[in-house]
């Protein structure tokens, strides 16, 4: 499921993140592979989630985690929800970010700090794991269907257009691209987060959750 919430963002604030994002890129115009955006998490700017400057984002941002973990059906005393990394995006002219999902996490989100809501800038696309209503996959797939090619349920993707303080939160199992800012005035800004959840520090985990990290014991490689 793919929730997105309006947030209210302060404009002092706003301006102000976007001057500090700007100075974390730093003289970067973009990742090693041609044409993509700069995105912090490959360029040592992972830990948005420590930085004062951001304490009173994050705390609006984990607020709607819980409030989407809620909504599909999780028991908040029995989760410990975990920011695991948190990172800007910068796309400027003809920048995108290439199909990918993220396998490290559970839950993702993305805030737009920019973004007209033309979609201009370069829309988030979210690629279908399947075609919901194909009863076996592939059955879409051929010449003359017999799925109509335009129904809302055969769509291969959903596009999503970027607006400031849009908040988008899905399933880290789902693939995401962002297509090229089509605007040569605009710069393209969003912050990734990813979340894990886990069991509670207190008490017996469910079995198919992870234990509290607290819990874990660390082991040193005795290779030589
Ligand atoms: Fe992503």
């Known amino acids: ?23 974390l890129r730093g003289d970067a115009t973009g990742n090693p592979s041609e044409g993509c955006a700069w995105t912090g998490d490959l ?24 409030a989407y973990l809620v909504e599909i059906g999780f028991d908040r005393a029995r989760v410990a929800l975990h920011i ?24 993702s ?11 201009e800038e370069g829309v988030l696309r979210i690629h279908a794991p399947a075609q919901p209503n194909e009863l076996v996959p592939g059955l879409a797939v051929g010449h003359g269907g017999p799925i109509a090619a335009d129904h809302p349920l055969n769509q291969a993707h959903w ?10 939160l899905f399933p880290s199992r789902l693939d995401h691209s962002v297509l090229p800012n089509a605007d040569p005035e605009a710069l393209r800004c969003s912050i990734s987060f990813d979340f894990a959840l886990t069991a509670p520090a207190e008490g017996d985990p469910s079995e198919y959750l992870a234990p509290h990290p607290s819990h874990w014991s660390a082991q040193v490689s005795q290779a030589t």
């Open 159 to 168: 596009d999503l257009a970027p607006q400031q303080g849009l908040l988008v």
């Open 1 to 23: 499921m793919v929730a997105t919430v309006q947030l209210q963002l302060d404009p002092l604030e706003l301006a102000a993140h976007l001057q500090l994002l700007m100075s």
């Open 84 to 107: 695991q990394r948190c990172w800007p995006v910068l796309s400027d002219w003809d920048q995108a970010v290439g199909r990918h999902h993220h396998p490290n996490a559970h839950l």
């Open 43 to 66: 360029n040592g700017v992972w830990q948005l989630h420590y930085h004062p400057a951001f304490a009173p984002l994050m705390a609006q941002v984990v607020e709607q985690a819980w």
């Open 109 to 119: 989100a993305v805030l737009y700090l920019s973004g007209s809501g033309s979609g």
